[in-house]
């Protein structure tokens, strides 16, 4: 697997490569605004950040076309943020506002958007690959060379949801790419501690997946990854399954005192910190200049000071629409 | 023509699947082996694998599936062998079916259809047995429907594929053969209102699905001894039909709910409580109810029977409610 140390220099890389960077650092800026925002009590309920983790979104959703589908977790700021979900909606929607990209009723665990067919912020564990599966069969069964990329932790693994979904997408062959960040707790419990078998990739081969694993800690080794197996899914190779090692720096929720894991552990992960990684091979190989990383700075603090800017200016909704969207307003179609 | 419930049932799946390309039916035994209560006999050999689509023992999964491939464009129809083995699938139901279109602020409606068998009276025990449309239809964002004569069988699914929200259908096991005459040109019918299998004065007999046989054998019997009842199929239990409830209690001043469902939490005791709520100066005497008895469905046909709503107790909780006659 090639990865940061072994991509080309040539302009296009580096453009790409610069792109990726700043998509990371969109999703980093972000996260730590929210924290910031819990932390004022502008944001309440669970929050989940993705703080350590950006390489995996960004190199997977770089990959994926516009009618593409997207199926995600509850720790899905990113996600959503990367397939196209302004950051002004997903905070709007943390502050519980109409102008959120669900109007206030998702929340920070259930973002979802139609434009990009982001089908959530799914918050039971697993319960998103069974969607995942029918989207990929309704594609399937309509001719379309759709991909639908379903997303979630390794703790999803010890779920039944999980092995009737990996086993469904082989039997029926179905374009769907199954994407394990393996961040290795699920919320506290480390996989040794959960799991018989720890290598996750290998039971998805059990089902006849195409399956391998990825360092979800470069960007460049995920995009690579990720492309291959849209590539293969695209052209009718059937599910795909990718693990991705990676790690959560940041507590599972604001409400975690981080009793299962070491501090060591921890700083040794941030070492391999995602952004920092890319931006020093980067620089080292003169493909960032310290101007260009100024210029990505820059860019991400002012869309996410726009973002706040939005949410702060948003409005509540009607208290008389509280039972809206329960069924379908059949008039409005 | 002559036909069954079954019969009605698999013409109407047959007429979704021949109107419109996206329906097709997923579920466990429904293609090769021709459905485990052969509604879907036949339609394997007629439409294929693709769209009579065997599934592996997955409920959460191929529900979950249903729902993906209702978000999709599709429009589904998944059978669940029993309502007991719903409860796999519980979590994709209730989690996502039920909450996509609100948590999503109106952006994703799921359009599926899930079929499923409920109750008693065939000796399955206790994990075959159950009534539980009542649980179903305590959530919001679900359409809880009880086909419960020919028409309704024929007609219901086409309706409730039309529908751009998640509908339940729960097909009592001891109609599948009830047979009958059935129109011809029998079509789709509404998916939201109760109807009035017979009119009367006297009491409101309200029930719905399985139970709808007895409870018209029990207003006959009633009738011999001077009893004039109505009985009211609610045809839907999710969202009740209140106009038609409080109507016919408003003509009759008398109410017994008869529920195969137990008595305790049940849809049973929202019908009571909705009654009292809103008709309490309308009532000559308090809601009766005849449910199931509070235990596991057992085996022995002694037992079951014992344990249902009978028309020998239909009757009695008439009688009592009408004024201790008999």
């Known amino acids: 697997m090639t990865g940061t140390a072994a991509r080309g220099t040539g302009k296009a890389d580096s453009d790409h490569a610069r792109h990726l960077l700043h998509q990371m650092l969109r999703v980093r800026r972000l996260e730590e605004q929210c924290v910031e925002l819990y932390s004022a009590a502008k944001i309440r309920g669970f929050l989940h950040v993705y703080i350590g983790e950006e390489a995996v979104a960004a190199g997977v959703m770089s990959t994926l076309a516009p009618d ?15 397939r196209g979900v302004p950051a002004g909606a997903i905070l709007a929607e943390m502050y519980g506002y109409v102008e959120g990209c669900c109007r206030g009723r998702g929340g920070s665990m259930h973002l979802f958007d139609a434009a990009t067919r982001f089908f959530g912020g799914n918050a039971i564990v697993a319960g998103g690959l069974p969607l995942a599966v029918g989207l990929a069969l309704a594609d399937k069964m309509s001719g379309r060379s759709r991909v639908t990329v379903c997303f979630f932790g390794e703790g999803a693994v010890a779920e039944g949801a999980f092995h009737e979904s990996l086993n469904l997408a082989a039997l029926w062959q179905l374009p769907v790419l199954f994407c394990c960040e393996n961040n290795l707790y699920a919320m506290g419990t480390a996989l040794a501690r959960s799991e018989s078998q720890t290598d996750i990739a290998l039971k998805a081969a059990g089902y006849e997946i195409a399956s391998w694993s990825a360092d979800g800690m470069d960007v460049l080794a995920v995009e690579e990854a990720a492309r291959r197996a849209v590539d293969a899914v695209r052209a009718g190779g ?3 399954f990718l693990e991705l090692r990676t790690y959560r720096f940041r507590a599972h929720s604001m409400f975690d005192p981080e009793r299962y894991r070491d501090k060591k552990e921890v700083s040794r992960w941030m070492e391999r910190d995602p952004i920092d990684t ?5 620089e080292a190989t003169g493909q960032l200049s310290g101007k260009d990383w100024k210029a990505i700075q820059r860019e991400v603090e002012d869309e996410v000071k726009a973002a706040v800017e939005f949410a702060e200016a948003g409005t509540p909704e009607p208290l008389e629409d509280l039972t809206r969207f329960v069924y379908s307003e059949r008039g409005a179609e | 023509m002559k036909t069954t419930y079954r019969e009605a049932m698999r013409a109407a799946i047959r007429d979704a699947i021949q109107r419109d390309e996206r329906v097709f039916l997923m579920g466990e ?35 979950g599936a249903g729902i993906g491939a209702a978000l999709g464009g599709m429009r589904p129809i998944v059978e669940i062998m029993t309502v007991n083995f719903s409860l796999l699938a519980l979590d994709q139901l209730v989690n996502n079916a039920a909450t996509l279109l609100h948590m999503s602020g109106g952006q994703f ?21 159950h009534s539980l449309e009542g649980w179903y239809a305590h959530i919001p964002g679900l359409r809880i429907l009880t086909p419960a004569t020919l028409e309704d069988a024929r007609g219901m699914l086409w309706t409730a594929l ?6 339940l259908i729960f097909e009592h096991g001891t109609l599948y053969n009830v047979a009958g005459e059935l129109a011809d040109d029998a079509g789709p019918v509404d998916i939201s209102t109760a109807a009035v299998r017979r009119a009367g004065q006297d009491i409101s007999l309200i029930t719905y699905g399985g139970t709808l046989p007895a409870v018209l054998d029990a207003a006959a019997r009633l009738a011999a001894e001077g009893i004039d009842a109505e009985v009211l199929d609610l045809r839907v239990l999710r969202p009740l ?9 408003a003509k009759t001043h008398r109410a017994v709910v008869v529920d195969e469902g137990w008595r305790s939490g049940s849809i049973s005791a929202e019908l009571s409580a909705r009654i009292t709520e809103n008709s309490f100066f309308d009532l000559d005497a308090p809601v009766g109810r005849v449910c199931s008895a509070e235990a596991p469905l057992p085996y022995a046909k002694h037992l079951e ?6 028309v020998e107790r239909i009757v009695a909780a008439a009688r009592e409610a009408v004024g201790a006659r008999g």
């Open chain 1, 68 to 82: 593409d589908a997207v199926v995600a977790t509850y720790r899905e700021h990113g996600h959503a943020l990367l």
């Open chain 1, 238 to 240: 059937g599910p795909h």
């Open chain 1, 278 to 282: 890319l931006r020093t091979a980067l």
């Open chain 2, 29 to 63: 035994d429904v293609g090769a082996y021709g459905g485990c209560f052969a509604v879907s006999l036949g339609l394997f050999e007629e439409f294929g694998p693709e769209r009579i689509r065997d599934t592996p023992l997955s409920e959460a999964g191929f529900v």
């Open chain 2, 109 to 129: 409606n799921v359009p599926l259809v899930i079929r499923m068998t409920t109750g008693a009276g065939r000796q399955l025990g206790a994990q075959h047995s």
């Open chain 2, 162 to 167: 039309e529908d751009p929200d998640p509908v």
């Open chain 2, 241 to 249: 039909d209140d106009a038609a409830i409080l109507g016919s209690v």
């Open chain 2, 305 to 310: 029977l014992a344990a249902l709503p009978t």
